[in-house]
């Protein structure tokens, strides 16, 4: 019989709760990346402890050797069963997320917020293909609105809207909009693709839904915990990106860039747009994952299609 988690200090619960994780065979990737990480954020959650906690044993301030009381300790175990029984995201058990250092309130109404597109907006990479007269920024397929919150915190001079055809999607972001204050800055709008966004836009930031039906057939459970229709991009992954480079032209100003997440779909991209070029952006996870097009690039490419 498998042994619950256990232990009378936050660093023990820790250690046991990651061996109960890797033992149960859950799948990670929706904030963390490993049993341990995964164990830490659960077990300084549950306890009420902020999530950057120092951990380390031997270091003064650290909270892993802080005793924890065995009712606290029997609600810690509850969250790791509960964990492994549903199989839904951890972040889906705490209603929250982080993308680089911002906390966002998520539950099943919206996928978990886990763009490469966040890092681009926190470092500035995006701002060298930007205008000095970028006015305008539309996060396309937002989900819990956590792109286009943090674009407003990258650039305090611009609008953004947050678009997506899910109406509970939005009503997860308008939460986060109002959680950062940002409602006189952030507008909400319900549109299948660009059809009630048609701008023009500076900038258009999409991490569309694009698995493919085989990836999507094989997903961990944890990920079909997600609203599918977040998820599920057709037999190759492109049927939402098709109709949005088809579309985009038209509402993009002169100078606009589109910067668009495939995830791991590269070759499928390529296949599917083969004479379009595009620049592949740096990101923790590689070169592969984002790419941004510019608008002339587009239309050229529209063009030769034709």
Same mark, same amino acid.
Not at 183 to 191: I, P, Y
Not at 197 to 203: F, I, S, Y
């Given at each position: 019989m498998t042994q619950a988690v256990h232990g009378a200090t936050v660093g023990a619960l820790i250690e046991s709760g990651a061996a109960r994780l890797a033992g149960a065979g859950v799948a990670f990737g929706h904030g963390t990346a490993n049993a341990r990480d995964e164990a830490a954020w659960l077990v300084l959650w549950r306890l009420g402890l902020p999530l950057d906690s120092v951990l380390d044993e031997d270091a003064p301030d650290s909270v892993s050797n802080r005793l924890v009381t065995p009712d606290n300790q029997a609600l810690v175990a509850t969250l790791f069963e509960e964990r492994i029984a549903t199989r839904k995201p951890a972040a889906y058990l705490t209603h929250e997320a982080w993308l680089v250092g911002v906390p966002f309130y998520v539950d099943e109404r919206a996928i978990v917020p886990r763009s490469f597109i966040a890092e681009l907006l926190a470092d500035g990479s $995006?701002?060298?293909?930007?205008?000095?007269? *970028?006015?305008?920024?539309?996060?396309?397929? *937002? +989900?819990? +609105?956590?792109?286009?919150?943090?674009?407003?915190?990258?650039? !305090?001079? &611009?609008?953004? *809207? +947050? %678009?997506?055809?899910? /109406?509970?999607? =939005?009503?997860?972001?308008? $939460?986060? &909009?109002?959680? #950062?204050? =940002?409602?006189?800055?952030?507008?909400?709008?319900?549109?299948?693709?660009?059809?009630? &966004? !048609?701008? /023009?836009?500076?900038?258009?930031?999409?991490?569309? /839904?694009? &698995?493919?039906? #085989?990836?999507?057939?094989?997903? /961990?459970?944890?990920?079909?915990?997600?609203?599918?229709?977040?998820? %599920?991009?057709?037999?190759?992954?492109?049927?939402?990106?098709?109709?949005?480079?088809?579309? %985009?032209?038209?509402?993009?100003?002169?100078?606009?860039?589109?910067?668009?997440?495939? +995830?791991?779909?590269?070759? #499928?991209f390529e296949a599917a747009f083969a004479q379009l070029p595009v620049f592949w952006l740096e990101t923790s996870a590689g070169e592969d994952q984002v790419l941004l097009i510019t608008r002339a690039a587009l239309q050229a490419w529209a063009a030769a299609s034709g």
């Amino acid at each position: 019989m498998t042994q619950a988690v256990h232990g009378a200090t936050v660093g023990a619960l820790i250690e046991s709760g990651a061996a109960r994780l890797a033992g149960a065979g859950v799948a990670f990737g929706h904030g963390t990346a490993n049993a341990r990480d995964e164990a830490a954020w659960l077990v300084l959650w549950r306890l009420g402890l902020p999530l950057d906690s120092v951990l380390d044993e031997d270091a003064p301030d650290s909270v892993s050797n802080r005793l924890v009381t065995p009712d606290n300790q029997a609600l810690v175990a509850t969250l790791f069963e509960e964990r492994i029984a549903t199989r839904k995201p951890a972040a889906y058990l705490t209603h929250e997320a982080w993308l680089v250092g911002v906390p966002f309130y998520v539950d099943e109404r919206a996928i978990v917020p886990r763009s490469f597109i966040a890092e681009l907006l926190a470092d500035g990479s $995006i701002d060298d293909w930007l205008s000095d007269q *970028t006015r305008s920024v539309l996060d396309l397929c *937002t +989900g819990n +609105g956590s792109l286009a919150v943090l674009a407003a915190m990258a650039w !305090p001079e &611009v609008r953004v *809207t +947050g %678009a997506d055809l899910s /109406p509970d999607a =939005l009503a997860v972001a308008r $939460i986060n &909009v109002e959680k #950062h204050g =940002l409602q006189q800055r952030v507008r909400l709008v319900q549109s299948d693709g660009l059809a009630q &966004v !048609p701008g /023009p836009w500076d900038l258009i930031l999409c991490n569309p /839904p694009y &698995v493919n039906a #085989h990836s999507m057939s094989e997903l /961990p459970l944890e990920y079909r915990a997600e609203p599918e229709l977040a998820l %599920a991009g057709g037999s190759d992954g492109m049927d939402f990106i098709r109709q949005l480079l088809a579309d %985009a032209p038209a509402c993009m100003s002169e100078d606009a860039v589109l910067v668009l997440e495939i +995830g791991n779909e590269r070759a #499928h991209f390529e296949a599917a747009f083969a004479q379009l070029p595009v620049f592949w952006l740096e990101t923790s996870a590689g070169e592969d994952q984002v790419l941004l097009i510019t608008r002339a690039a587009l239309q050229a490419w529209a063009a030769a299609s034709g």
